[in-house]
């Protein structure tokens, strides 16, 4: 690829990204593409073992995503699941993701990525990430480079064989984990259809089968979904992100389903807490909660701006919001 480093120091880059420095375009462009290489080797479904520590959405939220090391542990002496939804919303999305496709690299079997619904061309022109690259680096070439490496991303992952981890929730089409290794994942995430399903659901307590989505993409899903995809799949725990949590977390349909959420005062205006699930060795599940992270503090004005723009972007004809991408 002319033009582009021949090598990449990893652990440099790294380092300027914990201090949030922005990479250069051509550096943002080779780590794409030796990420595409590596994404390419993964199955729809990996496998991996516990001790691990599962991340919800981040959003953008880059000084939140530090406060998760800092209470957690750094790479590589904590394992890390990250379940999607690393872009939109907040105000660092281009550093947020940068970071965590170095550390991916850099620890290839301590850090694994899930793809969020977020992680699409459709979503992040309107959300943020597209806008923000463009300002930072004066053209759209770094939002073509993360977006087409998005479509590489796995759509799930299994620790110890019994806890199944994705991004949104269950789809009618999926039965068997089998299934969605079938899935042909290496585009934009469609509209419909089993890998839609994956990364827009929601469970629905007070559902017990399957139910069209308010949110106009994949479905809502109850406990008795959940029992019967768990027992099929001889599996005991089903762990997603994809939903707004006050109180960071959320337990359903008798221990059989956990949603962590992981951006504190989401959107720097929701006030919730925020957590991560570490789960140990034996597949023992504790929530780590947290509160935002104090650097936001300094970036307040610049946060309720962009907020406020992307409301008015967010708008319908009739200027009802839509809750569509949420």
Not at 108 to 126: A, D, M, W
């Amino acid at each position: 690829m002319p033009g582009l480093p021949a090598s990449i120091d990893l652990d440099q880059c790294i380092a300027q990204l914990y201090k949030k420095n922005l990479l250069a375009e051509s550096l943002i462009e080779a780590i794409c593409a030796k990420a595409k290489e590596m994404l390419m080797k993964e199955s729809n479904v990996v496998h991996i073992s516990a001790p691990v520590t599962v991340v919800g959405d981040i959003h953008g939220q880059f000084f939140d995503m530090l406060e998760i090391f800092k209470i957690g542990g750094f790479c590589p002496d904590t394992n890390y699941l990250f379940l999607g939804d690393y872009v939109d919303r907040g105000l660092f999305s281009v550093e947020t993701i940068s970071l965590l496709v170095c550390l991916k690299l850099r620890y290839p079997h301590r850090v694994h990525l899930i793809r969020g619904n977020h992680e699409s061309r459709g979503v992040t022109q309107s959300y943020g990430f597209y806008t923000e690259c463009a300002r930072k680096y004066g053209n759209a070439n770094v939002w073509h480079y993360f977006t087409d490496m998005f479509d590489f991303l796995t759509l799930s992952v299994v620790i110890n064989n019994q806890i199944f981890c994705v991004h949104g929730g269950l789809s009618p089409s999926i039965h068997s984990i089998d299934q969605i290794k079938i899935i042909d994942r290496y585009r934009e995430i469609p509209h419909e259809g089993p890998m839609a399903d994956l990364v827009w659901s929601d469970p629905d307590p007070e559902r017990d089968e399957f139910s069209l989505s308010p949110r106009g993409a994949g479905y809502t899903f109850g406990g008795d979904v959940v029992k019967k995809f768990l027992q099929v799949n001889s599996m005991s725990h089903i762990l997603r992100a994809h939903q707004l949590c006050q109180e960071g977390y959320q337990v359903l349909y008798d221990d059989r389903l956990s949603t962590v959420w992981s951006a504190p005062n989401y959107c720097y205006r929701c006030g919730n807490l925020a957590s991560v699930l570490e789960v140990s060795d034996a597949g023992d599940r504790y929530f780590n909660i947290f509160d935002a992270a104090p650097e936001n503090d300094v970036h307040r004005n610049e946060q309720q701006q962009q907020q406020q723009q992307q409301q008015t972007q967010g708008k319908d004809s009739q200027g009802s919001h839509i809750e569509y991408f949420l």
